[in-house]
């Protein structure tokens, strides 16, 4: 095992400043370089403040003393770790420190970044000698500082022998599955983990908030009683330790005085556009539904919820809009009145299964591509460092997944590739498909927004049918592109254009 006694660090925004305290705190000396030196300033003066990070952290001003700062031997590795935003600035990096560089040396990127662009630098810092590893971090800034759900995908030696035993150490921990990190597989496997990590939390993300949505319009609740319904849902059966939830009843029960009520709520002042995707700073969420597409794994949960953050962006042109027409807003459902616990109970189990259906499309895309590309990933790992320190963290939904798919890595060489085939999903999605129906008709009917609500319940209306419409799709494809089609007394099951043809129209 290598010991390192000093990490470099390139990037001290929120996560790289906050993952150099973290590093400092496990003893390590931490050099640290920005672009921005007022970055690098604060995260020193932040690092100054505690006993156990003092004088552990030095700043570096250009990128030549940056990499002399470190042991000059060369038989010893040095282990860089790059926290900056996806893209070309990677590259720009790359390019500056080349010249630094020693063979053996170890870059970690810490960013989400694109798997092909991960695995294009894999391959050009391969002819320096230097190991180049895509490492996906979940969980935010607070994460970063405390521990996070780690996914490194690269050189399988450098990972197991290498960075594993000092990553176990950093890592976020869970009582059930212990350290959150684990060798994800070969080449851009880590980076693509991550991404479709972050469109499972999109699709997360969208569902709260139109619970939220929903609990606030529809039926008229302050905030502090939505917060202390999240809270409730987050201690107990299928929403158990969700993080969403969990952070949803802080954020609702917040006042800018502690509890002072006349204070008011942080989040009543808070603008309804989110705008990560629409400004470019975010692209996992743009590339995990590129990929859904690109592998053909139906993904509408996570494609309604980013449409969804897409359109918010857009504030001018909604304002705009509105002008123009007289379409219904969010109003209370008097209807409710009698019926609201029961509703309640409703609204729990529909996000539980819409939550559910994020799970499925994620999962089945990283299932899919591992199988495609041969990465070999186990999927009982992902699930398992999904446990603490991320995003998507979900008490229940981790006990329910992680050991089917533990038992069929035991039992099968191929992956699970549809996790609604497993019964313990299906009899759940059963169950609260009922709740999640009656949901969105009355959040429909009372003019509420809800579309990854009822991308959820669609999704789970046509993956499980035998009639579907799209029949008259082929027909329709048939008549102009003469594109052929099945018979149903033929019962093909093979994913390819049948043999039939009918001449519709003469030329």
Request: aromatic share 8%.
């Amino acid at each position: 095992m290598t010991k390192f006694s000093r990490i470099g660090i390139i990037g001290a925004g929120s996560m790289g400043g906050n993952m150099s305290l973290l590093f400092a705190e496990h003893g390590l000396q931490v050099s640290l370089y920005d672009v921005k030196q007022e970055s690098v300033q604060a995260v020193i003066d932040m690092a100054k403040e505690q006993d156990n990070t003092r004088d552990k952290v030095t700043g570096y001003k250009d990128y030549e003393t940056f990499m002399k700062s470190f042991n000059n031997d060369k038989q010893q590795p040095r282990l860089l770790v790059f926290s900056i935003t996806h893209g070309h600035p990677a590259d720009d990096v790359l390019a500056s420190i080349r010249q630094y560089l020693n063979k053996g040396d170890i870059i970690l990127d810490g960013g989400n970044e694109w798997y092909l662009d991960t695995e294009r630098r894999q391959k050009e810092m391969d002819k320096l000698g230097v190991y180049f590893i895509g490492m996906g971090v979940s969980g935010g800034y607070q994460s970063a500082r405390r521990g996070a759900s780690l996914s490194p995908g690269g050189n399988k030696d450098i990972l197991d022998n290498v960075l594993l035993p000092f990553l176990r150490t950093v890592c976020a921990k869970s009582e059930k599955g212990g350290e959150c990190v684990t060798n994800i597989g070969p080449a851009g496997s880590g980076h693509y983990v991550k991404m479709v990590h972050n469109g499972i939390e999109q699709g997360m993300l969208s569902i709260v908030c139109e619970a939220w949505g929903i609990f606030h319009a529809l039926l008229g609740f302050s905030e502090d009683d939505i917060g202390q319904i999240f809270t409730d849902w987050s201690t107990k059966s299928e929403l158990n330790n969700n993080f969403l939830i969990k952070i949803g009843g802080d954020i609702c029960t917040r006042h800018y005085k502690g509890d002072d009520p006349s204070s008011g709520h942080v989040l009543d002042d808070i603008e309804d556009k989110v705008v990560q995707d629409a400004d470019n700073t975010e692209g996992t969420g743009v590339w995990s539904l590129q990929e859904a597409a690109q592998v053909h794994i139906s993904a509408p949960t996570i494609a309604a919820a980013h449409l969804l953050r897409i359109a918010s962006a857009n504030r001018p042109d909604r304002i705009e809009f509105e002008k123009l027409v007289k379409l219904e807003k969010p109003r209370l459902a008097d209807v409710l009145k009698e019926k609201t616990e029961e509703f309640i109970e409703d609204l729990r189990g529909a996000v539980y299964i819409s939550i559910m259906a994020s799970f499925a499309q994620g999962c089945n895309l990283i299932s899919a591509t591992s199988h495609a590309k041969k990465w070999k990933i186990k999927m009982s790992e992902v699930i398992r460092i999904w446990r603490a320190g991320c995003i998507v963290q979900s008490d229940y939904i981790a006990d329910l997944l992680q050991p089917l798919y533990l038992e069929n890595e035991k039992a099968n060489d191929e992956p699970i590739t549809n996790i609604l085939l497993l019964k313990p999903v299906a009899a759940d999605i059963e169950k609260y498909y009922p709740a999640l129906k009656r949901v969105v008709l009355l959040a429909i009917e009372y003019g509420a927004h809800v579309p990854a609500l009822t991308a959820s319940l669609e999704y789970f209306k046509y993956v499980s049918s035998t009639e579907l419409p799209t029949q008259f799709m082929e027909a329709e494809l048939d008549y102009f592109g003469a594109h052929s089609y099945d018979l149903k007394s033929e019962h093909a099951m093979n994913i390819k254009k049948g043999p039939h043809h009918y001449e519709w129209k003469k030329p």
